[in-house]
């Protein structure tokens, strides 16, 4: 079964740090591209960060570029969102997602987590 | 960075109807354009990529065209497990979501 579970969400206070994590099982990881998405009931989806297979292509959403860093582990088929000197607004619920794959580098999303919900507040 | 603009960001239709949503692109995204459906408490799932191509498994009754800056959704004929919320989201450079349209029925 193809799956993705996201873990390290939290409570944690504005200007502190947090890593979230994804699982991946089911499918050739190392095959594709993932991506982390957040979705907050005001601002609907969001992609924040994605990664190619081999972690040669990187890139941010501008409202979390210098703050977060996205990495993977091919060997141990995870993806890490590293979270630092977070904000209020970067309250929402966090998705894992996988590549659809495809003409892009970044082609969309086929496969998604559960969610791990980050709350920042003091 | 390209903007999404979809529409409408609700509509309330009987069972049977035909609903239609449309997304607009603030610039040429060729057809680097996927549409999503979202039900209350789950994760989004892929409906339709490159702007009309159905994702395996999923009902004949949604279908997806459009190419450049305008982009139609269709359900031709609305069923009750349809109720959700709709997203295009673009990929011809960074991923970007429309709005979203919370359908539901009348």
């Known amino acids: 079964e193809v799956q993705l579970v996201e873990s390290g969400g939290g409570l944690v206070q504005p200007g502190r740090s947090l890593r979230l994590s994804c699982a991946a099982s089911?499918?050739?990881?190392?095959?594709?591209?993932m991506h982390w998405v957040r979705q907050t009931p005001g601002k609907g989806l969001e992609w924040v960060s994605g990664?190619?297979?081999?972690?040669?292509?990187?890139d941010y959403a501008d409202s979390v570029k210098g703050r977060f860093t996205i990495s993977r582990d091919n060997a141990k088929n995870s993806l890490h969102l590293q979270m630092n000197s977070l904000r209020n607004e970067d309250t929402a619920l966090y998705y894992c997602?996988?590549?659809?794959?495809?003409?892009?580098?970044?082609?969309?999303?086929?496969?998604w987590g559960q969610g791990t919900m980050v709350t920042v507040s003091s | 960075d390209i903007q999404m603009t979809q529409s409408p960001s609700s509509l309330s239709a009987s069972v049977g109807d035909r609903v239609t949503i449309t997304c607009q692109a603030s610039?040429?995204?060729?057809?680097?354009l996927n549409w999503y459906q979202q039900k209350p408490g789950k994760a989004p799932k892929l409906l339709i990529y490159?702007?009309?191509n159905l994702e395996t498994g999923v009902p004949s009754r949604f279908s997806g065209s459009g190419s450049g800056t305008d982009f139609t959704f269709t359900i031709s004929s609305l069923q009750p497990e349809d109720i959700a919320t709709y997203f295009c989201?673009?990929?011809?450079?960074?991923?970007?979501f429309g709005q979203g349209t919370k359908l539901a029925i009348k």
């Open positions: 997602a996988k590549d659809r794959g495809g003409v892009a580098t970044f082609n969309g999303f086929d496969i």
């Open positions: 089911g499918f050739s990881f190392d095959d594709y591209a």
């Open positions: 990664i190619s297979w081999n972690s040669d292509t990187i």
């Open positions: 610039q040429d995204i060729s057809k680097f």
């Open positions: 490159d702007a009309s």
């Open positions: 989201q673009q990929y011809d450079y960074l991923p970007v």
